[in-house]
């Protein structure tokens, strides 16, 4: 591993993460799939989420990454399909659908606070998601 290894961990290749002691080549392709799949990560502890990373592994990414401030990729809750809701990690199929419904029945969401109101999710996993969601 190059002791000088440092990169923005939302534009990382996966070949660049084998360099970090502890990740393979499953385990790179684990965190770029998962970071997609999310949008970007937004905070070192996401890695947590990430399937098979130890502690010690995340410890060492972190030494050798960052998180810019360049902005994570967001769905358009007014807009965005059922399918493409269920996606996200932080959502899933059965929430996608009560947010789909909801704005058949009553129309465009006015913020993202709003997602508290139907008893979708609990303050703790709405401030989670709502960085992955616009109007």
């Known amino acids: 591993m190059r002791s000088s290894l440092y990169f923005e961990l939302n534009q990382v290749d996966s070949l660049t993460l084998t360099e970090i002691r502890g990740i393979g080549p499953v385990l790179s392709r684990r965190i770029i799939r998962y970071r997609d799949q999310l949008g970007g990560f937004v905070s070192f502890q996401q890695l947590g989420e990430v399937y098979g990373l130890t502690e010690d592994v995340r410890e060492n990414l972190k030494a050798h990454s960052f998180l810019s401030d360049s902005p994570v990729r967001k769905l358009k809750i007014n807009e965005a399909s059922l399918d493409e809701l269920r996606q996200h990690p932080y959502i899933g199929y059965r929430k996608a659908r009560v947010i ?25 996993s709405l401030d989670k998601l709502a960085p992955y969601l616009s109007l």
């Open 100 to 124: 789909v419904n909801y704005r058949l029945q009553h129309g465009r969401f006015t913020s993202i606070d709003a997602l508290s109101k139907i008893n979708l999710m609990d303050s703790l």
